[in-house]
Structures are given as C-alpha cells and as structure tokens.
C-alpha cells in the first residue's frame, strides 16, 4: 500500500460545482517500501471534483513520481485504490470550506427552486397588472431587478 506523506495543491479555481486542484514539483509526495517519491507533473497535474456529488472526475489522470532515476506513474483511479489520498482529500475540502466562509457542498433544494419559481411567477402577475392598470412606478420597480429564471437557478 502507497501511502500519501504531502499533498498540497499549487492552486484550487472553483468553477461552479466542481473544483479543479492543480498540483506542482514537492507538494505531493508518496512513500512506497518505505521511500520517498516526489510528484513531478510531466503529464497529469490537477484533480477535479465535482461538489454536487463529491465525486471525482478525472479518474485517468496519470500522476507520476520520482525517486533519483525510478519513476512511478500511477492513474488517479489506483492512486484513489491504494492509497490514504482520500483524507488528504477531505482535509483540502475542509480547509477550503472554512476560507472560502460559503457552502462548498451544497447544492439547491427543489423546494428552493420551486420557491424561486412561484416568486417569478408571483413577479410577472403583479408586472402584468401593473401594465393593465398603467401604474409605470409599480412597473419600473417590479423590472428593475427582474432577473430569468434560469439565473436565479445558476
């Protein structure tokens, strides 16, 4: 069994609901037979998880790490098998939550969405009465910051 000493991204970019972790030369290191390898990016480098079902998506990704002269190149799939990866991973989570001060994994309910729904539908009665009433104040105010649905959602 691989065992993960050192595992810090380079940088995170969260992008929606998934999370991409670039990582570089010495913040990942593994110890097989008790050596230590480090992480070289010669060809994959970065590990993204979806935050809706925590679930990683780049499962071919090859990391390869070096001691000296040997190389081990490992997809992301064994690295997940044989490994301790898996605390590393939930403690970035953690320390990402706490910094970021926001929800990392939480995605909206369908009773939020239906409640955004009946809001807009509730907006547009009220616009269409306006117009019918010819009240421009109430109007102007109800479209001011009348957004689709589809962004309310997003």
């Keep these: 069994m691989l065992e993960v000493k050192r595992m810090e991204p380079f940088y995170t970019k969260r992008d929606g609901a998934r999370l991409k972790m670039v990582f570089a030369y010495q913040y990942f290191t593994i110890v097989k037979d008790e050596e230590l390898f480090h ?3 010669v060809e994959g480098k ?9 679930q990683i998506e780049n499962l071919s990704e090859v990391f390869v790490f070096q001691k ?29 939550e706490l ?11 369908e009773t939020d969405l239906l409640i955004v729904e009946l809001e807009d539908s509730n907006r547009l009665r009220l616009i ?10 109430l109007f102007y105010k ?8 589809e962004d309310l959602r997003n």
């Design 99 to 109: 910094k970021s001060g926001e929800q990392l994994l939480e995605a909206p309910s």
């Design 39 to 41: 992480f070289i990016p």
């Design 68 to 96: 000296g002269t040997r190389f081990i190149r490992l997809p992301l799939y064994q690295l997940l098998l044989v490994s301790n990866i898996h605390d590393h991973l939930e403690l970035i989570l953690d320390e990402l």
């Design 142 to 149: 109800l479209t001011e910051d009348l957004k689709p649905m």
């Design 46 to 54: 970065e590990i993204v998880i979806n935050l809706t079902s925590l």
């Design 128 to 137: 269409d009465q306006a117009l019918e009433q010819g009240d421009k104040d």
